[in-house]
């Protein structure tokens, strides 16, 4: 995609400034108009602090010069990898011919962000409605088309930046580390769920498409992307372009040029059955606190539930996995803690999953301290 020098004078202030800084251009000096970055050589690149003054663009186009200039990088080339610095790109590529296809993809496409974001709210192989989190995304992705001899859907978003939890009481092996944005989880769950499907289908694996939902397509997604290749008569072809900001989480595949063909319609429709019909099988855990982690204040009421969550070492053995990882509101949050201190048996119910990071318990709910 060829980035016009417009595109690059709605960026702001911020955004150019990240671009510099982790690219050897390190902040010098600022005043309350003019941020100055400076490179090798004494080299030094000014940027108004005001997006909306009215030489901004100025500043931006003597910007892509003097990089030009500095790195012998062509100016289109400097353009592109501004602009992508910091955003996430999942391209689509179908067959321009039909109309179907091209009046159908895009609402699909909407409905595989708007369910991937779902998932990071809960693990449930198949929703009904839209959370929060699914508007919240759908507002933030940014959708467009191009049409060169074929259709290109290309849905790109900025990315945020990570957030550091808090370990009030630390555990080796469950460490959750740095949690990374919203909008960059939603992309890797995409990401993430086209591997599996293309890897079941080569291996003629249904039940890992199945039961790792957790970490990739629920019903919900299955269905959005057999809605996409409905209308093509040629295989459609899904990449994704990581931004430089911000690491691929570990374990998550590159996904270049996978094509959803006849073989894995099969299998996302199989897939998508299975899911539907899916029970929700909750268990009634008992365990000790062995570790507890924050990315907020954890007494915060404005908190979401995902950025406080526990270790529990189970002690009942009455189901799968020893230790288990979940997400709690502020008050059972509080008892957790209380109980670690206390060093007391806690009883929690909910959804066991197993996923790659190890066990986790999805919806918990009926919080108790016991002994």
């Known amino acids: 995609m060829r980035i016009d020098d417009k595109q690059l004078h709605k960026l702001s202030p911020t955004q150019l400034g990240l671009y ?46 003097t990089l030009s ?35 159908t993809q895009e609402p699909s496409i909407r409905r595989l962000i708007a369910h991937s974001a779902n998932m990071e709210r ?16 759908l507002r933030h992705f940014e959708f467009s088309q191009e049409h060169n001899g074929k259709l290109r859907h290309l849905v790109d978003s900025q990315v945020g930046e990570k957030k550091a939890f808090q370990m ?3 555990f080796e092996g469950q460490d ?6 919203l909008e960059r989880r939603v992309m890797e769950r995409i ?24 970490d990739g397509f629920n019903a919900n997604m299955c269905k959005a ?4 290749s409905k209308y093509s008569p040629i295989p459609v072809k899904y990449s994704v372009k990581w931004s430089s900001k ?28 299975k899911l539907r019909e899916r029970k929700p099988e909750f268990h009634r855990i008992e365990g000790l606190v062995i570790g507890l982690s924050a990315l907020v204040d954890p007494q915060s009421d404005d908190a979401d539930n995902n950025e406080r969550s526990i270790v529990v070492l189970r002690t009942d053995r009455r189901g799968p996995g020893r230790k288990l990882r979940m997400n709690l509101g502020k008050e059972d949050y509080i008892a957790a803690h209380k109980a670690h201190i206390d060093w007391k048996t806690i009883s929690v119910g909910g959804l066991a999953i197993k996923r790659r990071s190890g066990w986790q318990l999805a919806d918990p709910h009926e919080f108790r301290i016991l002994r």
């Open 191 to 214: 990401a993430t769920g086209l591997f599996m499907v293309d890897c079941a289908a080569r291996t003629q694996d249904l039940p890992s498409l199945v039961e790792g939902y957790a």
């Open 176 to 181: 959750p580390g740095e949690k990374l944005p």
């Open 20 to 65: 510099l800084t982790s690219n050897d251009w390190p902040l010098k000096n600022e005043n309350d108009r003019w941020l100055v970055f400076r490179g090798d050589h004494f080299v030094d690149i000014v940027l108004a602090k005001d997006a909306l003054a009215p030489d901004y663009p100025i500043y931006v186009d003597h910007m892509l010069k």
């Open 225 to 228: 992307v057999l809605d996409i």
């Open 168 to 170: 009030e009481i630390p």
């Open 122 to 137: 809960s693990l449930k192989p198949n929703f009904n409605q839209y959370y929060t989190e699914a508007r919240k995304m």
């Open 246 to 273: 911000l690491p691929v989480s570990q374990g998550v595949n590159e996904v270049r040029n996978i094509q959803i063909e006849h073989s894995h319609i099969e299998f996302l429709k199989r897939a998508r059955d």
């Open 69 to 103: 200039s500095a790195t012998g990088k062509a100016h289109e080339k400097i353009a592109h990898d501004i602009y992508w610095f910091d955003r996430d790109a999942l391209t689509i590529d179908g067959d321009a011919r039909s109309v179907a296809f091209a009046d």
